[in-house]
């Protein structure tokens, strides 16, 4: 029979409650008996205020006001959760009624099954004697792989949380955990107060431990986090994270309050805090705070490996023209060697930098203001530390510079250039008699710059770039002795050879008569391969012994400096760079490659260096690290990491992660290696151990669905 549409306004009269909203009725067949009832059979379906209800029968009865139905049903609201069911009687406007031995599948991904299904007002759906689980049940296994059964089960679709009474949960069919009551968001809800995935942690000094995180949604825009911790070597800590959105920003702040056995005195712990707001005028302010009681306290917790402190404040505001900044840092240190009352220092940076067009003599000017102070809060006017300087040294400098470049092509295609810079600061010094109180500085640059960029073009399509490039600076010198605190680790590189200065800071100016050669050659494939290639080196009038012996600038020529940059189509790339002394001896190396492949990543990078007696490496460098990601199977991935010191013949560090992830489950497995170093902590093995269950609020994604087998 050819199936009948029907558009119904069933009993608009009598029933005020269908009045409002016109149910739209399709079936193959639909018959009136009596007055009272209507009958629907044959692929029925109802439409009415954002639910669909599909089955094979339907039949209403008006003087009840009832739906009695007979499936297979499959009930959906507007929210996607649908209901599949054998048999329901509910009322007309399917808000309450009674359905039985029903399925409630939630977000496509949780399922609950129940002997009985009750819809109350809308609002509330009761399930009795239920299986809940998010795992895929195949024929030749009919146990999931987790799911929970509980005596009761109530859905609040308002407040979009599940209660469960009497609640067991089960691994492979096997209890493990017994709740007589647990609250879990339903999936649609991605923040709920209650607790989070709890966490198996086990370190060398604390022993095993276990973390249960419960969260708190103060509203919309703030939360709270406690993580209660205690271990089996008597361990005990409450960490707690606060996180609020504000409209033109966020703040985040985490610590922790701890006891242990490790070290003699009481309590430690830790507080770290950062945030960032758009201010008017185009202004950003970000902020951070990080303060800890001990050195050891946060490789002992597994917070952070990090061997310093960094509490800021800075407002900045970038423009095509323009660069604003002002910051204020407080530095501390975690290192043994590192004496809390000579390290911390406060930093103040003022920066305001304006880039223009050069009027009268064109090319690009850049006009530069700064001021800059550092306090070291120490009450030691000698040099305790043996660094060769007062330790309670405070500076503060107020700096102008102006810089000046134009370019012209010439006829045969090459690019000359003149560039200058003009610099004069004022330098206060005080608690520290080797410098006057006050010192002036006037100094300059100027010179020109010749490129020469010759292309070919390969008969594969293929293009070649080779572009020699010399540089001649000339430099009046300075006789002014000006603390040098911020420009003691200048290194040399592509990104600074042809600079007019090549130390980081402001402390320290380059100066003297120069000159910069420079080759540099790149293939490009049609492909989108790149093969670079780079070689330079500085030749100075006279050596000012202005650079230490590991920047690879010092002496009247520099090191002979070798790059070279490989990036494929297929994900590899390598980046080396060798300094050469005049014998051609290696005395320092770097080298990094990448590799990023659809299903496994690989980076790696090795550094080697000579030792330098001017600087903070009285001994040789020769490091390795290697990280790596895998991902074995579509559920399987694993990741990996190592920092191999040769010199001391030991790695740093060495950690392994292992994830499984499918459509109802997520277990996280670590392992972690701290070896001792400037810290004062001991060596450090660390292991944890998480799982999630998929499905509810809050949750990670779900991952591919397992596939049956047989």
């Given at each position: 029979m050819r199936r009948l549409l029907c558009a119904l306004?069933?009993?608009?009269?009598?029933?005020?409650?269908?009045?409002?909203?016109?149910?739209?009725?399709v079936a193959d067949r639909v018959e009136i008996q009596?007055?009272?009832?209507?009958?629907?059979?044959?692929?029925?379906?109802?439409?009415?205020?954002?639910?669909?209800?599909?089955?094979?029968?339907?039949?209403?009865?008006?003087?009840?006001?009832?739906?009695?139905?007979?499936?297979?049903?499959?009930?959906?609201?507007?929210?996607?959760?649908r209901v599949l069911a054998d048999q329901a009687d509910l009322s007309a406007d399917m808000q309450d009624g009674i359905m039985t031995s029903a399925r409630l599948v939630m977000g496509q991904q949780l399922q609950m099954a129940a002997t009985e299904l009750q819809r109350i007002g809308g609002r509330y759906t009761e399930l009795s004697n239920t299986v809940a689980s998010s795992c895929r049940v195949c024929n030749s296994s009919a146990t999931p792989l987790w799911e929970i059964r509980a005596k009761r089960v109530i859905h609040d679709q308002l407040e979009k949380q599940i209660y469960f009474q009497n609640a067991q949960l089960r691994f492979a069919g096997v209890p493990v955990f017994y709740f007589p009551r647990l609250r879990m968001p339903d999936p649609s809800l991605k923040r709920a107060t209650g607790f989070l995935r709890p966490e198996i942690r086990s370190t060398s000094e604390l022993g095993t431990g276990f973390v249960l995180p419960y969260f708190i949604a103060l509203n919309d825009s703030r939360d709270v986090t406690l993580l209660p911790y205690l271990s089996s070597n008597g361990g005990r800590s409450l960490g707690l994270r606060y996180r609020e959105a504000f409209r033109t920003g966020n703040i985040e702040f985490e610590g922790a309050v701890s006891q242990d056995e490790i070290l003699q005195y009481g309590?430690?712990?830790?507080?770290?805090?950062?945030?960032g707001f758009a201010l008017p005028r185009n202004f950003g302010l970000t902020f951070g705070l990080q303060m800890v009681s001990d050195n050891a306290y946060l490789r002992d917790y597994g917070i952070s490996d990090q061997d310093r402190l960094d509490s800021f404040l800075a407002a900045e505001r970038v423009r095509r023209d323009q660069y604003v900044l002002g910051r204020i840092h407080k530095i501390g240190t975690l290192?043994?060697?590192?004496?809390?009352?000579?390290?911390?220092?406060?930093?103040?940076?003022?920066?305001?930098?304006?880039?223009?067009e050069t009027p009268l003599i064109g090319g690009q000017g850049a006009l530069r203001y700064q001021i800059a102070g550092s306090n070291i809060s120490s009450a030691y006017t000698n040099d305790v530390d043996g660094d060769g300087q007062p330790d309670a040294r405070d500076t503060t400098r107020a700096l102008i510079r102006y810089d000046w470049r134009?370019?012209?092509?010439?006829?045969?295609?090459?690019?000359?250039?003149?560039?200058?810079?003009?610099?004069?600061?004022?330098?206060?010094?005080?608690?520290?008699?080797?410098?006057?109180?006050?010192?002036?500085?006037?100094?300059?640059?100027?010179?020109?710059?010749?490129?020469?960029p010759l292309l070919r073009t390969e008969t594969s399509g293929a293009t070649q770039l080779l572009e020699p490039v010399a540089q001649i600076l000339f430099s009046p010198t300075s006789n002014a002795d000006v603390p040098n605190e911020d420009s003691l680790l200048a290194e040399f590189d592509e990104g600074n050879l042809f600079s007019i200065d090549r130390f980081p800071g402001t402390d320290a100016v380059e100066q003297g008569n120069r000159a910069a050669l420079g080759l540099a050659w790149t293939r490009y494939g049609t492909k989108g391969s790149t093969l670079g290639l780079a070689a330079g080196r500085v030749f100075r009038a006279e050596d000012m012994d202005q650079f230490n012996i590991g920047s690879g600038l010092d002496g009247a020529s520099s090191n002979w400096l070798l790059g070279m940059t490989l990036a494929t189509p297929v994900g590899l790339s390598l980046t080396q760079r060798m300094l050469l002394d005049d014998d051609l001896d290696l005395q320092s190396a770097e080298a990094r490659m990448g590799l990023f492949r659809q299903r496994y990543a690989l980076t790696t990078g090795y550094y080697w260096s000579e030792a330098d007696p001017d600087?903070?490496?009285?001994?040789?460098?020769?490091?390795?690290?290697?990280?790596?990601?895998?991902?074995?199977?579509?559920?399987?991935?694993?990741?990996?990491?190592?920092?191999?010191?040769?010199?001391?013949?030991?790695?740093s560090r060495a950690s392994f992660d292992l994830q499984y992830r499918n459509e109802c489950i997520q277990v996280d497995l670590s392992l972690s290696r701290w070896f001792a170093d400037s810290t004062s902590v001991t060596p450090t093995t660390e292991f944890g151990l998480s799982v999630d269950l998929l499905g509810f609020g809050g949750g990670p994604d779900p991952g591919p669905t397992r596939q049956c087998r047989g």
């Amino acid at each position: 029979m050819r199936r009948l549409l029907c558009a119904l306004f069933l009993l608009v009269a009598p029933l005020p409650a269908l009045s409002q909203d016109a149910a739209t009725l399709v079936a193959d067949r639909v018959e009136i008996q009596g007055d009272n009832v209507l009958v629907a059979e044959g692929s029925v379906e109802v439409l009415q205020r954002g639910m669909r209800l599909r089955a094979t029968r339907v039949t209403y009865d008006q003087a009840a006001d009832r739906l009695r139905i007979d499936g297979p049903i499959v009930l959906t609201d507007e929210s996607g959760t649908r209901v599949l069911a054998d048999q329901a009687d509910l009322s007309a406007d399917m808000q309450d009624g009674i359905m039985t031995s029903a399925r409630l599948v939630m977000g496509q991904q949780l399922q609950m099954a129940a002997t009985e299904l009750q819809r109350i007002g809308g609002r509330y759906t009761e399930l009795s004697n239920t299986v809940a689980s998010s795992c895929r049940v195949c024929n030749s296994s009919a146990t999931p792989l987790w799911e929970i059964r509980a005596k009761r089960v109530i859905h609040d679709q308002l407040e979009k949380q599940i209660y469960f009474q009497n609640a067991q949960l089960r691994f492979a069919g096997v209890p493990v955990f017994y709740f007589p009551r647990l609250r879990m968001p339903d999936p649609s809800l991605k923040r709920a107060t209650g607790f989070l995935r709890p966490e198996i942690r086990s370190t060398s000094e604390l022993g095993t431990g276990f973390v249960l995180p419960y969260f708190i949604a103060l509203n919309d825009s703030r939360d709270v986090t406690l993580l209660p911790y205690l271990s089996s070597n008597g361990g005990r800590s409450l960490g707690l994270r606060y996180r609020e959105a504000f409209r033109t920003g966020n703040i985040e702040f985490e610590g922790a309050v701890s006891q242990d056995e490790i070290l003699q005195y009481g309590t430690r712990g830790y507080v770290f805090g950062s945030g960032g707001f758009a201010l008017p005028r185009n202004f950003g302010l970000t902020f951070g705070l990080q303060m800890v009681s001990d050195n050891a306290y946060l490789r002992d917790y597994g917070i952070s490996d990090q061997d310093r402190l960094d509490s800021f404040l800075a407002a900045e505001r970038v423009r095509r023209d323009q660069y604003v900044l002002g910051r204020i840092h407080k530095i501390g240190t975690l290192r043994d060697e590192g004496d809390d009352t000579i390290v911390p220092a406060t930093i103040l940076d003022l920066i305001w930098i304006d880039r223009h067009e050069t009027p009268l003599i064109g090319g690009q000017g850049a006009l530069r203001y700064q001021i800059a102070g550092s306090n070291i809060s120490s009450a030691y006017t000698n040099d305790v530390d043996g660094d060769g300087q007062p330790d309670a040294r405070d500076t503060t400098r107020a700096l102008i510079r102006y810089d000046w470049r134009r370019d012209w092509v010439l006829s045969n295609g090459m690019v000359a250039s003149a560039l200058g810079r003009a610099q004069g600061d004022v330098t206060w010094v005080g608690n520290d008699p080797t410098y006057a109180s006050q010192i002036e500085r006037l100094t300059g640059s100027f010179g020109g710059e010749l490129r020469w960029p010759l292309l070919r073009t390969e008969t594969s399509g293929a293009t070649q770039l080779l572009e020699p490039v010399a540089q001649i600076l000339f430099s009046p010198t300075s006789n002014a002795d000006v603390p040098n605190e911020d420009s003691l680790l200048a290194e040399f590189d592509e990104g600074n050879l042809f600079s007019i200065d090549r130390f980081p800071g402001t402390d320290a100016v380059e100066q003297g008569n120069r000159a910069a050669l420079g080759l540099a050659w790149t293939r490009y494939g049609t492909k989108g391969s790149t093969l670079g290639l780079a070689a330079g080196r500085v030749f100075r009038a006279e050596d000012m012994d202005q650079f230490n012996i590991g920047s690879g600038l010092d002496g009247a020529s520099s090191n002979w400096l070798l790059g070279m940059t490989l990036a494929t189509p297929v994900g590899l790339s390598l980046t080396q760079r060798m300094l050469l002394d005049d014998d051609l001896d290696l005395q320092s190396a770097e080298a990094r490659m990448g590799l990023f492949r659809q299903r496994y990543a690989l980076t790696t990078g090795y550094y080697w260096s000579e030792a330098d007696p001017d600087d903070e490496f009285p001994n040789d460098i020769s490091e390795l690290t290697i990280n790596g990601a895998w991902q074995v199977t579509d559920n399987w991935t694993s990741s990996f990491g190592v920092r191999h010191d040769f010199i001391a013949g030991r790695s740093s560090r060495a950690s392994f992660d292992l994830q499984y992830r499918n459509e109802c489950i997520q277990v996280d497995l670590s392992l972690s290696r701290w070896f001792a170093d400037s810290t004062s902590v001991t060596p450090t093995t660390e292991f944890g151990l998480s799982v999630d269950l998929l499905g509810f609020g809050g949750g990670p994604d779900p991952g591919p669905t397992r596939q049956c087998r047989g």
